[in-house]
Every structure is written in C-alpha cells, then in structure tokens.
C-alpha cells in the first residue's frame, strides 16, 4: 500500500521535456498526502525539486521554476512532474515521495515517509 514505482526517465537533449509518472497504490494516497519529487545527481546530495500539498499548493525549487510543474490525477493514482526546458544540470535520478496530510508544500527531505526506487533523467548539451 506505501509503494511508489516511478517511470519516464530517459535520455534526451537539453531543450527537451519528459513527464515523469510516480503510480501510488491508490487515488486516496496521492490526493491526501503531500507528494513531492526529489533528484540527486552523481556526488551531490539529494535535493527538492517540487511539491505539492493536500490542499493543491505547490512549491518548486528556484532551479527548475518556470520549467517544471508537478501535478496528480486521482482515478490514475498518480503523480507527474512535468520537464520543459530541461537543460544538462537537470542530469540526475528523480525520486517520487509521500509525506503526511500537510496543508503546506514542502521540499525538506524530513517531512517525507515513503520513497520510490527512483528513474533516471540525462540530458546532453
């Protein structure tokens, strides 16, 4: 039921898009948890990148501002991140997460229970 399985990492130009999918054992999980995505590139530390709260706030991380934009779809049970733009740096794996009921976003890994494998993004210059 805490499972979260991630998919739509690939290999792309820099100037492309990629949606990345995080599917939740229920529609109730995603909507009712705060939901966020995650990356960690090669020798960096994991970062937030987007999150979005119980009550559809959304927060994202000055990097990906403009570009990127998360949101969820009940009947599917799933997350999205959706990835314009996207440019060499944005090179990492990305990681769906779940936190609690929280009203507020947040890209603090603390506030975050369950964790996908993760997918990987590569974008080439």
């Known amino acids: 039921q805490d499972q979260l399985v991630e998919s739509g990492g690939d290999s792309v130009q820099a100037g492309g898009s990629l949606r990345l999918s995080c599917a939740a054992a229920s529609g109730a999980i995603v909507m009712s948890h705060l939901m966020g995505w995650f990356r960690q590139a090669p020798g960096k530390e994991r970062e937030g990148v987007a999150s979005?709260?119980?009550?559809?706030?959304?927060k994202y991380a000055d990097s990906v501002k403009g570009r990127f934009t998360i949101s969820r779809d009940k009947d599917k049970n799933t997350l999205y991140l959706q990835m314009n733009n996207l440019k060499p740096e944005d090179t990492a794996m990305y990681y769906c997460?779940?936190?609690?009921?929280?009203?507020?976003?947040?890209?603090?890994?603390?506030?975050?229970?369950?964790w996908g494998q993760g997918t990987q993004v590569t974008v080439s210059s």
């Open positions: 997460a779940r936190g609690g009921q929280y009203l507020v976003p947040s890209l603090l890994q603390v506030d975050y229970n369950y």
């Open positions: 979005i709260s119980t009550h559809d706030y959304t």
